[in-house]
């Protein structure tokens, strides 16, 4: 039977039935199928939480260099799959071009994976649906070099010398420490981070990390 609105005296609207409901005896029912995933993005969600309230505390205590290594194809796989629900359900397409045979790098597995996680983040934010991202790694010399580019709205040209500033932010609801993180990370292994945007033609992140000495790798693992 359709109900009557009261307020506006016409018929009101027929609840939407989602996808992952089914019919059961008791109207509709959660399938575990579908609450075992959404369980799944509530716990890396809360993963997500923890490093980035972690990396503040590092940026803030502006905390000592520490020694490590990391895979970079590992750190990027962890990150795009914590973002991977939020972008399909957005339409965005993820490419990802990186081999799994890079060397490893001097940088501590933690610190790479906050690193991706910042950068995809912001690429993800940015793009429309529809829109895609591209992942790209290849070894340069003694570095390792990966390029993060998006189809987004790019950054203005005002705007673009200012990103990588402590608490320096366009977003609503931003606190502006994402890319003031991963510039400190990067800093304290020797690494550089290089941006380049221009308004409605979307943006590229170039980070290069220097390879990891095989001293230090036995030392420190």
């Known amino acids: 039977m359709t109900s009557i ?8 609207a027929e609840p939407e039935q989602r996808p992952q409901w089914r019919p059961g005896h008791n109207g509709y029912a959660l399938t575990l199928a579908v609450l075992a995933e959404d369980l799944e993005h509530v716990h890396k969600a809360l993963l997500v939480c923890r490093r980035i309230f972690g990396g503040m505390l590092t940026y803030s205590r502006n905390a000592a ?3 490590g ?4 194809r590992r750190a990027i796989d962890t990150a795009s799959a914590i973002l991977k629900y939020g972008m399909s359900r957005s ?3 993820l490419h990802v071009h990186v081999p799994d045979d890079l060397p490893e790098v001097a940088c501590s597995q933690s610190d790479l994976e906050q690193v991706f996680l910042n950068l ?6 940015a ?5 895609r991202i591209t992942v790209a790694a290849v070894q340069a010399g ?5 390029s993060i580019a998006d189809t987004g709205a790019g950054i203005a040209a005002d705007n673009l010398p200012r990103v990588m500033e402590p608490f320096f932010t366009t977003k609503a609801e931003g606190h502006g420490l994402g890319l003031s993180i991963c510039r400190s990370v990067l800093w304290e292994i020797d690494g ?3 941006i380049e945007s221009k308004a409605g033609a979307g943006t590229s992140v170039r980070v290069d990390v220097p390879q990891a000495v095989p001293q230090a790798h036995a030392q420190w693992s």
């Open 120 to 125: 995809l983040t912001n690429a993800r934010e």
């Open 91 to 93: 339409a965005i397409e």
């Open 65 to 67: 260099w520490r020694s």
């Open 127 to 131: 793009t429309p649906a529809g829109g």
């Open 69 to 72: 290594y990391g895979h970079v």
């Open 142 to 146: 003694d570095r390792v070099r990966i």
């Open 192 to 194: 550089k981070l290089t």
């Open 5 to 12: 609105s009261p307020a506006l005296g016409r018929p009101a």
